[in-house]
């Protein structure tokens, strides 16, 4: 994670001299006028996060999940800025960043012959007693995406440099969507599967489960108490996702290379939290047990502009 962090100001202050020596080759030693002026374009952002949400979740399933904390997570988006009053600018971002990680798991079956939960290997000279492992023809595929949206408004400040050149000193503000998806799947999904309850049979407005004996009565008072168990599936698809505000400072630097096209480049940190308990499954159920989870990490952003 800090060679990410390294890698990210080194190109940032490599960019930063860079831009300084042709500015000052090209433009005119006296500061821009900042009473006027704007610009809108695209917007590339690049984003190495502390920690990931929902790492543990990712990690039982067995997930590389420190793969996806050493990478930066790459957001493609827009944004623009007008010159409001003096020195001060407010423009606004709208953005997405995503990324994903995948295993794919053989799958072995195994008869429980030593009332122990679990499987167990058998001690040698007693295999006939112990688990027995059955192979499976299919593998287990498990796939998660996550997502990060954000919409925000930009304030800053603005120290002219020469004519050509400014630096900047501003924050983004504004509301962030993060979302874990999560997708097991064993074998080739077949269309008519989908239509199928993956709890027992339809009839009507009611579901009918078929129990397993012969102790009838000792299954059924094992499924009120434990839940029921989906049959008919051979894939799922769960949806986690966290609403929060997003507060993100920076400095940049602008350079306008030619009359009405510039480019800037912005080195911040992002700070945004979804509460404890405020994740949802699949859009609106809450999980009222869920952790806090942060979304922090620092960022370089670069925008290729069109204006003043």
């Known amino acids: ?32 006028e900042t009473t006027y002026g704007g610009g ?16 543990s979740l990712l990690n039982s399933l067995g997930l590389n999940v420190d793969e996806l904390g050493t990478r930066p997570l790459i957001f493609y988006g827009g944004e623009g800025f007008a010159q409001m009053s003096g020195p001060w600018r407010l423009g ?21 012959r030593d009332n122990v939960d679990g499987f167990q ?11 027995t ?11 998660a995406r996550l997502n990060f949206l954000l ?14 050149l400014e630096v900047m000193a501003g924050a983004l503000m504004g509301i962030g969507r993060y979302v874990l998806s999560i997708d097991q799947h064993i074998g080739t999904p077949r269309w008519s599967n989908f239509g199928k309850n993956m ?15 012969p102790d009838f009565d000792d299954v059924a008072k094992g499924y009120n108490e434990n839940g029921l168990r989906p049959i008919n599936v051979t894939g799922t698809m769960t949806e986690l996702s966290g609403t929060f505000f997003n507060f993100q ?60």
Do not use: C
């Not at 492992?133 to 595929?141: A, C």
């Not at 919409?151 to 050509?164: K, L, S």
């Open 249 to 308: 400072p920076y400095v940049a630097i602008k350079w306008q290379f030619l009359d009405r096209m510039g480019l800037r480049i912005s080195a911040g940190y992002n700070r945004g939290t979804i509460a404890s308990g405020k994740w949802k499954l699949n859009g609106h159920l809450p999980i009222n047990d869920s952790p806090a989870s942060a979304l922090h990490g620092i960022t370089l952003r670069t925008v290729i502009y069109f204006g003043l």
């Open 151 to 164: 919409g925000a408004m930009t304030t800053e400040y603005v120290f002219p440099i020469f004519r050509d």
């Open 121 to 131: 290997k058998p001690a040698f000279g007693n295999e006939a007693n112990g688990d």
């Open 40 to 55: 809108i374009g695209f917007s590339t952002m690049y984003m190495v996060l502390d920690t990931v949400p929902g790492a």
């Open 199 to 213: 709890y027992g049979e339809m009839q009507g407005d009611t579901i009918l489960i078929q129990l397993d004996g």
């Open 1 to 32: 994670m800090f060679n990410a962090y390294f890698d990210l100001m080194k190109q940032f202050i490599t960019v930063f001299l860079l831009i300084t020596s042709l500015a000052k080759a090209q433009g005119d030693i006296y500061p821009t």
């Open 92 to 112: 606004g971002y709208a953005g997405i960043g995503a990324t994903q990680a995948s295993n794919v798991f053989g799958i072995k079956m195994y008869a429980n």
């Open 133 to 143: 492992l059955y192979s499976f023809s299919d593998n287990l595929s498990v796939k």
